[in-house]
């Protein structure tokens, strides 16, 4: 094939020689191509709906985790609170692109679902909320049995209405905190002040026990989400309501600014980064899709709503982009059913995005679809 001025910008494939060659200067050159070329990163374009997932009862936490060689699962936290007796919260397991029931267990007011992993053991932690506020209750850890290939009950915690519990290991110790709601709370104070705007308290590990590290002024504070990244340390939390002398209108209350913080490692401490303003804010997740970071809140209330409850038509979830100096801007709007609490994960190189139903029984499934 001839390479004139006229051909220049014309591309040829030699396939005898497996190679590119472009037409410049009336001679066939030929295209380099580096690896970081061959495609660029995946970027979000946009979410389209993948499942819904018919529960027993409205869900407050979900909770996906993988265990080698057995497959992808999700925990549902599933609780009706017009119905204060042990209900059935769900194990689901990913099979065939979707996510089908694979186990139930008996829950009393199950808040929140944490896995962990020991040695090669796999369990699974539910916070029960229980029945009454002035009796204890029972929290479960339940350890997967390889034979049967099913979660059994392992061992029980005495709580006081828990409301999250959380793994985590400090040098090679492993640990449990539990939420206890009655004697262990920082999203309202009762009398006589009667008020959401409080401190939080972060605390940091110093021979064998946590110390207050720093307080942080909260209103009505239901989640934090610690993530990092370009060597960067954030903290989120979720405002959900702002109650007190301050407050008239019952619509202002649901109104709040959420905060995004930033680790400060000169001075030691975590600084104001970003204020948001969300709506009865009840949960954060951090994900990353390609090179983007992204934040999405889960918002209990709608503009202008002047209550809970199932007449609410519908709620926003935003998802918001890291963009540079911008910060945090939020880029897609999920009109989707109420939301108590997102997870992403990643199955067969696509991301997903499913989230609890508060309301409901009906809990859904988003796929994101990349540029």
């Known amino acids: 094939m001839l390479c004139t001025w006229r051909d220049t910008g014309k591309i040829t494939f030699d396939i005898y020689r497996k190679s590119i060659h ?15 070329s061959k495609a660029a990163p995946d970027r979000m374009d946009y979410i389209v709906w993948h499942q819904d997932i018919i529960m027993a009862a409205p869900t407050i936490d979900l909770e996906v985790f993988r265990i080698p060689g057995e497959g ?112 262990v709370a920082n999203s309202y104070s009762g009398p006589p002040q009667s008020t959401t705007k409080l401190h939080s308290v972060i605390y940091f590990w110093e021979e064998g026990q946590f110390l207050p590290f720093q307080k942080l002024e909260t209103t ?49 401490r975590f600084e104001v980064y970003q204020e948001i303003l969300t709506y009865s804010a009840v949960d954060w997740e951090y994900f990353k899709v390609g090179s983007d970071h992204y934040l999405i809140v889960s918002n209990a209330q709608q503009d202008g709503a ?33 939301s108590a609490d997102w997870e992403v994960f990643v199955e067969d190189q696509t991301t997903y995005l499913a989230y609890a139903n508060a309301n409901d029984n009906i809990s859904q499934v988003y796929k994101v679809k990349l540029v």
């Not at 050159?29 to 970081?36: A, C, D, G, R």
């Open 220 to 268: 009505g504070a239901t989640d934090w989400e610690f993530f990092s990244f370009n060597d960067e340390f954030f903290l989120v939390v979720a405002n959900a309501y702002n109650y007190g002398d301050h407050i008239n209108k019952i619509t202002e209350r649901y109104r709040t600014n959420s905060t995004i913080y930033r680790l400060n490692v000169l001075r030691k």
């Open 72 to 183: 992808l699962f999700m925990a549902a936290a599933s609780f009706d609170n017009s119905d204060l007796k042990k209900q059935q919260s769900a194990i689901l397991k990913w099979e065939k692109g979707n996510f089908r029931v694979y186990q139930s267990l008996y829950t009393l007011g199950a808040q929140g679902w944490e896995h962990f992993q020991i040695g090669n053991k796999f369990f699974l932690a539910v916070a029960n909320l229980g029945s009454r506020r002035d009796k204890p209750s029972k929290s479960v850890i339940y350890k997967w049995s390889r034979r049967r290939k099913r979660f059994e009950t392992y061992q029980e915690l005495v709580t006081w209405t828990a409301r999250d519990i959380e793994y985590f290991r400090v040098e090679g110790s492993h640990y449990l905190a539990v939420a206890n709601h009655v004697r």
């Open 306 to 338: 002047t209550g809970y409850g199932p007449h609410l038509s519908s709620t926003h979830s935003a998802i918001y982009r890291w963009q540079g100096v911008e910060k945090f801007v939020p880029v897609h709007y999920l009109d989707s059913l109420p």
């Open 22 to 36: 472009a037409c410049y200067s009336g001679v066939w050159q030929s295209v380099h191509i580096t690896p970081e």
